[in-house]
Nanobody, 121 residues
Framework: QEQLQESGGGLVQAGDSLRLSCTASGRKFSTYAMGWFRQAPGKEREFVAGISWIGGRTNYAESVQDRFTISRDNAKNMVYLQMDSLKSEDTAVYYC??????????????WGQGTQVTVSS
């Protein structure tokens, strides 16, 4: 069983940066693919970014490519999402997710509770 806890959300202005953090409690964190998803009001939850457990390979949704960066620190059981050049359309609840596989694929095995990110224009 793995528990995930996000932090770092908040209210920012368009063009600002924000870094989300996710702490994982499981013992096998280094063997889990990790990812970030988001859900805006009235919309379905969507994939944002993923990082593999081998080699740290990353992939991103087209809407955040070149603005967001996912990273992980296996020694600290942490995964991060650096969000730059934020836009109002990035407003959503952001969820950390993990999967017991090399790469993040749907559906994840575990979800965090989510953290709100609001970008004012």
């Amino acid at each position: 069983q793995e528990q995930l806890q996000e932090s770092g959300g908040g209210l920012v202005q368009a063009g600002d940066s924000l870094r989300l953090s996710c702490t994982a409690s499981g013992r096998k964190f280094s063997t889990y693919a990790m990812g970030w998803f988001r859900q805006a009001p009235g919309k379905e939850r969507e994939f944002v970014a993923g990082i593999s457990w081998i080699g740290g390979r990353t992939n991103y949704a087209e809407s955040v490519q070149d603005r967001f960066t996912i990273s992980r620190d296996n020694a600290k059981n942490m995964v991060y999402l650096q969000m730059d050049s934020l836009k109002s359309e990035d407003t959503a609840v952001y969820y950390c997710a993990s999967k017991a596989s090399q790469a993040m694929t749907m559906p994840p095995d575990y979800w965090g509770q989510g953290t709100q990110v609001t970008v004012s224009s």
